[in-house]
């Protein structure tokens, strides 16, 4: 658990740090670091998506994730806990919430999560998870001077989603193929961009409905497999 632990120090020093170069910062350079931001995100998601073997897995992976998550309602699940922190800390005009919900999505979705944790369950390596820590802590940097201090609460789904995979790293190794890896990382990306989407304002859209995407990803690479299924 250590890789998980440095991972969410590291997003609380970066959140404190980007309450310090805050201010003094004109609301015109926040809006474009900001921008700045959803393109470098956008790039992110799309590097990730590309790593698709299988592009109708994806697709049908989107579709049956965004059923489940629309009938779960799981972004009304994400934003009440955001409102919940929000009272408690007394933000103002929903920039707690905001910030919670769009950085603990960007820091739980991906390979570098996945990975960083299983192999820091198996095996004691943490690298992969202290390479994160340095992204996730930098980016927080940023993330806070321009949407607030509610990106420190992302440190708590951090150490739920990466511990959870490091205590549980053994019973998923063996399970996890490389090509599910790869469908999970793909299908991740695209909800990354979607997070790019909604940080440039381009379109709004309800990313943690998504969610379950990741899951049929995995679902369906071990049904293609299992049916060998040639397309």
Do not use: H
Not at 51 to 59: A, G, H, M, P, R
Not at 209 to 225: D, G, K, Q, R, Y
């Amino acid at each position: 658990m250590t890789g998980t632990i440095a991972n969410a120090a590291a997003i609380l020093v970066g959140t404190g740090l980007g309450l310090l170069f805050r201010k003094g910062i004109s609301e015109s350079i926040n809006k474009t670091v900001m921008s700045g931001i959803g393109l470098a995100v956008g790039l992110i998601g799309f590097k990730m998506a590309f790593k698709t073997e299988n592009e109708l897995i994806v697709i049908l992976s989107m579709v049956l994730g965004a059923i489940v998550g629309e009938l779960l309602n799981i972004e009304g699940w994400l934003q009440r806990a955001g409102n919940f922190l929000e009272a408690k800390v007394g933000g103002g005009e929903g920039q707690v919430a905001r910030a919670f919900v769009t950085t603990s999505l960007i820091y739980c979705v991906g390979a570098m999560a996945i990975m960083g944790a299983l192999e820091d369950g198996l095996t004691g390596n943490a690298t992969t998870l202290y390479a994160k820590s340095l992204l996730d802590g930098t980016s927080a940097v940023i993330f806070t001077s321009t949407m607030g201090f509610g990106v420190a609460f992302s440190a708590i789904p951090v150490l739920i989603y990466q511990g959870s995979i490091t205590l549980l790293a053994g019973a998923l190794k063996a399970f996890l193929t490389p090509s599910m890896i790869n469908e999970m990382t793909a299908t991740g990306g695209l909800l990354i961009v979607g997070i790019a989407s909604n940080i440039l304002g381009i379109k709004e859209i309800k990313v943690g409905n998504l969610l379950p995407a990741i899951l049929f990803a995995v679902l369906l690479s071990w049904l293609w497999v299992k049916l060998n299924i040639n397309i």
